[in-house]
């Protein structure tokens, strides 16, 4: 009986440890930040700069922080807006945090989503990284199927018909006069000149278009850009750029609109879907670097610049090139 009282005692001992063991894994497997549940809304029939919506659901321990890790976006995506955080208690020291990314591609076609990752911070300062599973989105191109742009021909010229035979005599007999007050004014011009020298008028150089100064001004954020590398500096001047271009060509305060409200009104003074669509993509990326510290890789920078251009020249008027065609050709 006696000997039967130690390898009892051993043995609770041991259910004890065991006890304790189970207890401490799982309080330790419950603080680790798990992913619940995650989902891409709003990319059925995506084009090239739409916005959708990537929602990451992940469970933690109460004061458990969730963010999007320092470069932790897909390539092939950009941000257009800050990500967004919801927390709901779910009872027992355990929350639930849902992270919104919106998003948009401006790459055609398949594309095959790499893992987001997510860094999270714990109450108790526990650091650590979370990787979303692989996804799949398909982006349309608005492009033609040849993926070439077939210029649009000029109008043609209007026809005069011909005029009557008085008016012809009418027009003949002022042609004749002004071609005598012409000539003596040529004469009275030669005289006046050999009388004294005349002064020779520096040219005039023609006033640059909104076109043409916003292109100046981008050429100095790119080459600032290649010289510091500084993103803020550069997509700040980027943005500046396009609200003021759009607000001298269409007329609109277009530095006091949200993006929305920029791409609607664009779209409100008829401006092309595709142009107001691009704006509101480059100015969003734009504000995500500025705002919410996303670096692009310098590919994207570059690219970026590239759509900043674009948006400037879709917009130059076509009419300055078929006027100087009909001042050539001595139509009015």
Known sequence: ???????????????????AFAIIRGVASAAEPVLTDQRIEGADGL?????????????????????????????????????????????QGRIEVTLTLEVA???PGPINLEPLRLS?????????????????????????????????????QAEIGAPPPMALYAAAAVLV?????????????????????????????????????????LDKAGDAFEATGDYVAYYSDIAVTVRNYLTERFGFPAFALTTR???????????DRWQARLASGLLSQ?????????RPAHERADADLTAAYEIVEMSRPEETHVEGLRQEAGVS
Do not use: N
Request: aromatic share 6%.
């Open 47 to 91: 084009t090239v700069g739409d916005r959708f919506r990537y929602v990451i659901k992940v469970e933690a321990d109460s004061g458990t922080t969730v963010t999007l890790a320092p470069g932790g976006l897909p390539p092939e995506l950009s941000l257009s807006e800050a990500p967004a955080a919801r927390t709901l208690a779910k009872g």
């Open 120 to 156: 999270y911070r714990g109450s108790d300062g526990a650091t650590g990284v979370i990787e979303t599973r692989p996804g799949v989105i398909v982006v349309e191109s608005v492009l033609p199927s040849s993926g070439e742009l077939t210029p649009r021909d000029l109008k043609p």
């Open 177 to 217: 006069v002004v071609l005598i007050l012409v000539l003596g004014l040529l004469v009275w011009r030669q005289r006046a000149l050999r009388r004294r020298l005349v002064a020779v008028p520096e040219p005039v150089v023609e006033a640059l278009g909104p076109e043409d100064r916003a292109r100046a001004i």
């Open 1 to 19: 009986m006696m000997e039967g009282k130690p390898l009892l005692k051993f043995g609770v001992a041991l259910l004890l440890a065991l006890a």
């Open 261 to 271: 409200e920029l791409q609607e009104e664009m779209v409100r003074r008829g401006v």
């Open 105 to 107: 591609a401006f790459f």
């Open 286 to 294: 734009c504000d995500a670097v500025v705002y919410a510290h996303y």
